[in-house]
Every structure is written in C-alpha cells, then in structure tokens.
C-alpha cells in the first residue's frame, strides 16, 4: 500500500455522483482518532446531506506547529498523547480557516465498525476516545466559552457506529437540532449510502495491499507489517516511520487494511481451524480473551496474519506516549508475532518529540536484518503452511 494514502483520502469527494448541496452548512471535522478509520462515513453523510463538500473541512496530521498555533493553554490534562493532540485541532478548526466554520463536528464515536464484528465481545472505542472530545471541549470554555464566541454551533454526538440501527437513530437526534427540515427517511438513506461508501473505501484499501503482497510473492521478497491504531498514520502522531522504512525499499501494510480473501484466509488458517484452536479466521479467543475494543481486537488478529503470511517478515508495533489500552497486549503481540520466526520491532510511547537520529539509527538496523533474515524466515514459513500459496496470491 503506498504510504500515506490516507492523507491524500480525507481530501478526495466521496462519491462521483454525489447529490448537489442544498443546504449551506460549513462544518470543521477534527481529523483525530478513529476519523482515521471512519472519515469516510461522515464525509459521504454530510455530502448527501446536501452539504458541499468543499464546505466540509478536515484539520491537518498532528504537528507541533498546530499544537503551538492552535492548541496553547487549552490541552486536557492527564491524558494519552493521541487526545493531548486534539485541542490543536479544534484551535485550527475555529482559528485557522480563511472561511470560518459553522460548525464544530466532533462524534463520540463509542463503537467502530470492525470486520471482526460477529467473532469477538465488543466493538467498542477505547474509554480515552470516548472522553477525548469532552475533555478537549473544556479547555475551549475554561475562561469563557470559545464556541458561543465565536457563533460556532459545538455538535458532538455520541454514536454507537459498529450498529447502523442505533447509530441512525443517535444521529437523527443530533442533527435535526441544526438540520430542523431534516426527515428520518432523508437520513437513514444518507448513513445507508455513508456505510456503503466506508466499506468500499475500506475494500479499495485491501485490494491494494493484495496488489502489494501478491507483488512480494511473485518476486518472493519481504514487506513489513505495521501494528498500530488507526491514528499513527497521523505523520504527526506515528512519525511517518513507516515511510523511513519504505525508502530502504521495504513495502508496508498496514494491519487494519489486509486482504481477506476467502482463499488467502484458507491458507492461512485452514490448520488452526482443523486443530479446533479456532473455529474461523477471525476468531480470536485463543489469543484474546477480553475482546472488547475494537481496534484491539484488530491489531491481535493483525499480528497473527503477519506471523504466518510467508512475505510478511517484519512486523513493527506502534504504540503512544501513556497508551493505556496497548500495555496488556505488549507481550501477546511479541510472542504471537515471533512465534514463527517474524522479526519484531517496537516504537513505544511515541509523543510529540521525533528524535530524528535515533529513529534513523533504528531503522538501519531494521533494514540490516530484514535483508538478512528474510530469505529465510520466507521458506521457513512457506513450509509451515504445508499446501502452496492461493494463486491470488501467486499466479501460475
Ligand atoms: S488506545 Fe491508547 S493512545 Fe489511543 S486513545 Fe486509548 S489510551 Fe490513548
């Protein structure tokens, strides 16, 4: 997958045949959290909504310059750096635009659509998400209230985005406080057309890691797997280490995004299944037990794809500065990943300092070992699997 496709997807028009505007709202979303892995809903529900989609305006990745521009004097307290970063956001939102928004939409989204939805517990948000864009609001009306100031309509919904049902339900008594013509039959066609635009975009992501990986197979060289949250493809929030890697010629994949194709799953999983360790590929309970949060559950099964997928040599876990979800899962990610001979690296506690050089340092020693071990961890994995690869994956 080429990196940073997700920068370049929050700018792009949901759909080609999408419906004039109609109603003149200009509306600032904070590109935070799980924006990341659901951008795609919200722009696709505005833009038939009737709103323009040159009216619906993402704040830029994370950087120090946002957070020294925008966010000073505003940050929550006492929190993981990813929500830290969110006042920067909201400031470049309300202060940063030659044409100010109307409003300011910040969804407490409490569970996330997940592809392991039906196999695990939960798919619920990590608590932090949830309070994130509270927390980040109280720094905004500490002295006087910023929004009212400034005529911005604060619109934060809590939406339960894994049950469409719900989640319908939860925005129709949101929005209809702004949109006051706004019908539930306009709706529900609105977020039907909004799911159906998520999971497309979702499904073009895994079709181009198949592109990548099926390259890898062909040409029998290694990529790497990146392990993390939705959010570290922020350059500001992740660091863009993974296009260091890139350079050294290293193709990366992302674990959200991997192909789930019938065939590769077989293959890859058709031996645990038949031991009775699991009862389908995307069972987890023998390696998560508490399969409550979404993006959790996902990096787990991630990291199991990646220690058995032959060209997926190298698996490098990204994790933030007081991550409080990511400490229990350390040490089964590690032992789950190394288990068939894949290289494991860890970036940890990721914050607002890159230190450039020993970044640098580290992703040379990487490379060193990829170039070296990767022929073998390659055959060693292929003979695990036993039966050759899908020809999806290698065309005859
Ligand atoms: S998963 Fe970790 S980094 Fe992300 S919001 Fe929760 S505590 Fe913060």
Redesign the pocket.
Known sequence: MPIQILQKAFAKAPFAKSKPPKRDFRIGIPRV?NQWSTHRFWTTLFVELGINRRSIVYSSDTSEVQQLKFGKGRGAVD?????KCMSGHYGELLNGQKRPIDILFVPIILTVPSFLRGHVRENMA????IA?PESTRAGFRREKDVFKEMGVHYLSPAVSLADPQIATRQLYDALKGVITDLRMTELRAAVATAYDALQEFDQSLRRQSLAVLSECATQNRPCILALG?P?HMDTGIGHAIESELQAFGYPILWGQYLPLDAEILDWLYGDLIKAGRIQSPFDISDIWKTSH?A??NELLWAARYGSIMPWITCSIRF??Y?????QPTYSPVQEITEALGTLFFVFQDLDETKPAGSVRIRVETIAYYLEQKSPNIIQSKLEALKTAPPELLLPT
């Open positions: 959290l929190c993981c750096y990813p929500v990590c608590p932090r998400v994130g949250r959010y949060s993006n959790t994790s933030s007081e991550c409080g979800m990511d």
